[in-house]
């Protein structure tokens, strides 16, 4: 077919973009200094033109839509492609291009702003952006409306496909109502931190245990580096080029390990998708919700566990001997699963995570239905959080500054954690049907489970969607009992 031909052409030319996209992305966060990057930031906005300009271009148009009404006589690989394709062009065209290309910008100038904001805990400075980029968002609801979806809907299908407010309405009304007067309980007491976590350790020392740790989790590191950046963060181009990043704090042992767990997690699944899928638009993860899912099992039910650390904690005394030649494995276990309500989300245990979550989503419907205002976001905030936690974030930097992610114009974004942290605890039950995941730890590396990980979920890479491929997986649809049921049955050990 000559459609074919013409859409595997312009296919390779469009992710020909996303390489560079990756790789200046990369750059930008770990190499580059920071004058530079606000410097090149300009070519940017070009590039996302052009990048509009092929995904919509006519002929490329009116081949996907010939391969869309034949779609049946495709492969099923492709045949999603050919949906999701024809779904991405329809709904970049509906994005006036000025409006796209001034959006790109508008984000790329507020980052700075954003950050400094931030670090002056100083809202006013940017609230000017952050009304433009919330005002852009309204506006995309009603440029991207259809039948079945319309409103904050439309901004979440963006980062879960068929994952709306009324299946995120039931999930965090679960949570409400089996698991917030849990975490009161819970977090009434205060655990205070051991005098050995509040030693100094030295990064190279760090770093060293965290290659260990990548050996442990069976990543091939002739296929990824690691490097360090601001945030943690795993990108990669198909199979054969995933990096991760991490940030070593002198004062913080763990951070820089769990951190170098979650991000192995993520690049895992994007090295152990179906090789055959690299080139297309189905390489990699299927959804945000579902890469966080393997992060999240990686980080919480693997790394929190006793089992692990029976194994490697002698690794880690000895790398930082004689640091804590005094501490027994159950007391560095305790220490890494204790809870406590905290201000920050990127910094909040298992079990207080999913609060700062359901935070997030009730303010993102507010804004963006209109009941709520930029300008009264701080307050707002701080009186949320009060009711949520028992604590009110002293500034702002602790409170309604702390993310990136709305920065970027990421409205949607959020839910996927939580989304995701579910799905991992949905996904251990299944697990251990087949196996002891405990057990298999034993063996001294993650092989096992990888495998199974590889088998179930990670193969289908983006051919399928997500909810799809979790009941190819676990044999039903989401159901949020199973974290809920992890969580409380974890915790009440502690
Ligand atoms: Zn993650």
Redesign the pocket.
């Known amino acids: 077919m000559k459609e074919l031909e013409f859409y595997f052409e312009q296919r390779k030319k469009i992710l020909a973009f996303q390489y560079v996209d990756f790789l200046t992305e990369w750059d930008a966060q770990t190499d580059a200094a920071p004058g530079s990057v606000s410097a090149n930031s300009v070519y940017n906005a070009t590039l996302s033109e052009m990048q509009y300009k092929l995904t919509t271009d006519p002929d490329f148009e009116r081949c996907v839509n010939v391969l869309y009404k034949e779609r049946e006589q495709l492969s099923d690989e492709l045949r999603h492609e050919i949906e999701v394709t024809n779904k991405n062009i329809q709904n970049t065209k509906r994005i006036p291009i000025k409006e796209y290309v001034a959006f790109n910008e508008l984000t790329a100038k507020a980052y700075p702003v954003y950050v400094q904001a931030k670090q002056t805990n100083n809202f006013e400075l940017f609230l000017p952006y952050l009304e433009r980029i919330v005002d852009f968002c309204r506006k995309q609801t009603v440029w991207l409306a259809t039948e079945s979806l319309k409103g904050y809907d439309v901004l979440l299908d963006q980062y879960e496909p068929r994952y709306t407010q009324a299946k995120y309405d039931k999930f965090f009304e679960t949570l409400r109502e089996k698991l917030v007067p849990f975490v009161k309980k819970k977090t009434a007491k205060i655990s205070p931190v051991p005098q050995w976590a509040r030693q100094k350790f030295d990064k190279a020392k760090q770093k060293e245990f965290c290659e260990y740790i990548r050996d442990v989790m069976c990543f091939d590191k002739n296929f990824g580096i690691m490097k360090e950046s601001e945030h943690p963060f795993t990108s990669g181009m198909g199979t054969t080029d995933v990096r991760i990043t991490t940030h070593y704090y002198e004062d913080n042992l763990i951070s820089s390990v769990f951190s170098v767990i979650?991000e192995t997690g993520?690049a895992i699944y994007e090295r152990q998708c179906d090789p055959s899928l690299n080139g297309t638009f189905c390489s990699g993860g299927a959804s945000l919700g579902l890469?966080?899912s393997q992060?999240r099992f990686y980080e919480n039910m693997i790394g929190r566990s006793f089992a692990f650390w029976q194994t490697h904690f002698g690794k880690l005394q000895q790398i930082f001997a004689p640091q804590l030649d005094n501490v027994s494995c159950e007391e560095f276990v305790r220490f890494i699963n204790r809870t406590e309500a905290s201000f920050v989300r990127t910094e909040a245990d298992e079990l207080t995570y999913p609060l700062h979550i359901m935070l997030r989503y009730e303010i993102e419907q507010k804004l963006i239905s209109g009941e709520l205002e930029v300008k009264n976001l701080p307050l707002y905030w701080k009186e949320k959080f009060t009711e949520y936690f028992g604590i009110t974030p002293p500034n702002d930097t602790l409170g309604v500054l702390q993310d990136v992610h709305w920065a970027y114009g990421n409205f949607g974004y959020f839910p996927t954690y939580a989304l995701g942290s579910a799905i991992a605890a949905q996904l251990y039950h299944s697990m251990n049907k087949d196996f002891d995941v405990e057990q298999s730890l034993s063996s001294g590396n993650t092989k096992q489970i990888n495998d199974w990980l590889g088998e179930h979920v990670h193969k289908y890479g983006a051919s399928k969607y997500p909810d799809e491929i979790l009941r190819l997986a676990t044999g039903e649809d989401f159901e949020p009992d199973y974290y809920v049921n992890y969580l409380i049955d974890k915790y009440s050990k502690y």
Do not use: D, K
């Open positions: 979650h993520h890469h966080e992060s």
